[in-house]
């Protein structure tokens, strides 16, 4: 029997076994930490700088929304002195008479309808003359006629009020008769004279 041959192996195989692996995975390792490494690094920063910027942002929003102390003082001002120049307020009842001109007229009896007292005022010549209007708010009235009745009786009452302190200006009374001037027109003559007394009828050109 011939005695087989033993197998030789190479040099060069026996070299390319494991030192090639072994550089092959450093070099893989150090191309991995090259190039993952400063991205890593990239996602942190940027949430930092958010962090960092977000109260400059809040800071700078309330500053340009929020409306400082002296501005709303400077609104409240300007918004007093509107209503002073638009509606001044009197201070006693001449002056009320001197310079009402809106009328609101209120009945609390259903004898005397507010229409035909309206209607009254505006049919006397006074009234034109002074340039009064019939007003139905009572935010816009000057003067507030009401009108009552005492029960079981023919006497009605009228009594001018300012609506902004509720102080009587004047007031008068009046019977209802079955013959002669109604009611209504009785009380539009009323109270025509009693603001002839602080506010004269103008004269005739």
Known sequence: MKNPRPTRISSNAANSVSPPRALA??????????????????????????????????????????????DKDEGESESKSRE???RPRATDPSTLMRTARFIRVHSDSIFVSEREVEDSLRKRKEFQAWGMVV??????ADLVIEITRKSFTRRFTFTVLDPRTMEVVTSGKTRSVLFGKHTPNK???????????????????
């Open 135 to 140: 007003t139905r708010s009572d935010a816009d």
């Open 187 to 205: 009380i539009a003559e009323k109270f025509a004279n009693r603001v002839k007394v602080y506010r004269p009828y103008p004269p005739v050109q």
């Open 25 to 70: 995975v450093y070099l893989l390792a150090l191309l991995f930490a090259a190039t993952f490494a400063p991205r890593a690094g990239a996602q942190v920063r940027p949430a930092d700088a958010q962090s960092r910027q977000q109260p400059s942002q809040q800071q700078s929003g309330k500053r340009k929304g929020s409306p400082s102390e002296e």
């Open 84 to 86: 002073e120049v638009v």
